[in-house]
């Protein structure tokens, strides 16, 4: 069904990951940098020149598109969706992608920084793609995978399907947005504007992942307050706002509780700032656990910890925020059960052995979901996001493309 689509993934891939899209945290911008709309006008013009006539980039960095139903049926719209933004943790300029063709199944030396090592001890998927295509960078950026390739499987798709009328579906939405590294991908969409029932994000890791979890998560911050004096005459005066933060932090455990102790479906409290002064600092954290009520239990800990630093220094105080970032999308797909199943049955067709697995992360997926569109996420292959490791099996794209022309024609069929 898909004979030529490896190389034309590839080669899209290719052109994509070179336009650099990195968001910023920093910014309070819409999209958070510029730059993102290079990618978003080139998918725009990409899309009108395969013929969609539905097209439109908005003024805060959003393209919706859409393919026309070839159908008589009355079909729910769905939708599919990918981040054109690089995180910020590692530098996207100037990305040079290689192909490994026909993948050996030895660690990888990116040339550009040969001290920048892909092992295979340390990537054990990476082996299972022995003489395949693998795509690395080439040392000194990412590769942008996360989230290129689910730009470059819809884009396929929609190229597929507008080559091939006699594959029938319903309409389809498709949907670009920025920032979902910094955790705004959503903020300004317009979900009229969009009109879709259910979606599904193309933004997950190894062939066959299926992830209709997530974590939910919340942000929390804490500002202490000291007392200022002159260095010189400080005694018994001065209360360093400085200790009172680092003695907070001080005291969360080192075997439990964070990023680096655990896994699985274990949540965490993660300290992501500190800035300020003598006189006042404050802290950033994230907050994640599956279980949304656990997020209260871990907020209630911080505050207790915060209390316990402020009786270690009279005089001092803090206060503290929290702010809902988003909450696991379980919680509403669990009531859409048909949108995961026929993600399920699209893969069977496919022959891909389904990995069910729950996202240590979100995705704009989650808040989709909460938006009134249930949207799980699957697989584009990405491994290894946010660093200079990162590749991306061009046959995993391949089979997320296969998989999504798959689901398209289900949801005819089953309407």
Same mark, same amino acid.
């Given at each position: ?38 990618? $978003?006008? @080139?998918?725009?013009?990409? =899309? ?23 159908? #008589? ?43 920048? /090592? ?48 006699? $594959? ?20 300004? =969409? ?15 890791? #190894? @062939? ?18 000291? /007392? ?9 005066? =001065? ?20 990023? #680096?102790?655990?896994?699985?479906? !274990?949540?965490?409290?993660? %300290? ?28 209630? !800990?911080?505050? &207790? ?13 803090? #206060? ?55 949207? %799980? ?13 990162? !590749?991306?099996?061009?046959? &995993?794209?391949?089979?997320? =493309? ?14």
């Amino acid at each position: 069904m898909l004979t030529g689509y490896p190389s034309s993934l590839a080669d899209r891939f290719f052109r994509y990951v070179q336009i650099d899209t990195q968001s910023d945290p920093a910014s309070d911008t819409q999209p958070s940098t510029a730059k993102q709309f290079d990618l $978003i006008r @080139l998918l725009s013009d990409e =899309l009108k020149t395969m013929g969609l006539t539905d097209v439109e980039v908005d003024e805060n960095g959003y393209l919706y598109a859409g393919i026309p139903s070839n159908s #008589e049926k009355p079909i729910p719209v769905i939708c599919f969706c990918a981040h054109v933004d690089t995180s910020p943790d590692c530098r996207a300029s100037e990305v040079k992608p290689l192909l490994h063709k026909n993948y050996s199944g030895e660690d990888i030396i990116l040339p550009d920084d040969p001290e920048q /090592v892909i092992r295979t001890a340390d990537h054990p998927y990476l082996l299972e793609k022995t003489g395949q295509d693998i795509i690395t960078a080439s040392g000194k950026t990412l590769l942008g995978a996360d989230d290129k390739a689910g730009v470059a499987i819809i884009m396929e798709l929609a190229s597929f399907l507008v080559q091939n009328p006699q $594959i029938k579906h319903g309409k389809i939405r498709l949907l670009f947005t920025p920032d979902e590294e910094i955790g705004r991908g959503v903020n300004k =969409l317009d979900m009229k504007k969009l009109g879709a029932e259910f979606g599904y994000t193309l933004d997950g890791p #190894e @062939l066959g992942t299926l992830e209709e979890e997530t974590f939910s998560a919340d942000g929390m911050h804490f500002i202490f307050y000291g /007392v200022s004096a002159h260095p010189g005459h400080a005694k018994d005066k =001065l209360v360093n706002a400085i200790k009172m933060a680092s003695a907070f932090i001080a005291q969360l455990p080192s075997d439990e509780f964070s990023p #680096e102790t655990t896994e699985g479906r !274990y949540g965490f409290v993660h %300290p992501v700032k500190m800035e300020g002064s003598p006189e006042k600092m404050r802290v950033d954290f994230i907050i994640r656990d599956f279980d949304t009520a656990r997020l209260k239990a871990y907020e209630e !800990y911080l505050k &207790d910890k915060a209390g316990d630093t402020i009786r270690k220094f009279p005089g001092g105080r803090y #206060e503290y925020g929290i702010q809902e970032q988003y909450r696991n999308m379980k919680e509403i797909l669990v009531n859409h059960p048909q949108v995961s199943e026929f993600a399920r049955e699209a893969m069977r067709r496919a022959g891909i052995e389904i990995k069910e697995s729950a996202a240590r992360g979100g995705t704009d997926g989650s808040r989709l979901s909460f938006m009134g569109m249930p949207c %799980p996420n699957l697989f584009t292959g990405e491994m290894a996001f946010h660093g200079k490791h990162e !590749y991306v099996c061009v046959q &995993d794209m391949e089979k997320s =493309l296969e998989t999504i022309i798959h689901l398209a024609r289900i949801w005819e069929e089953k309407s």
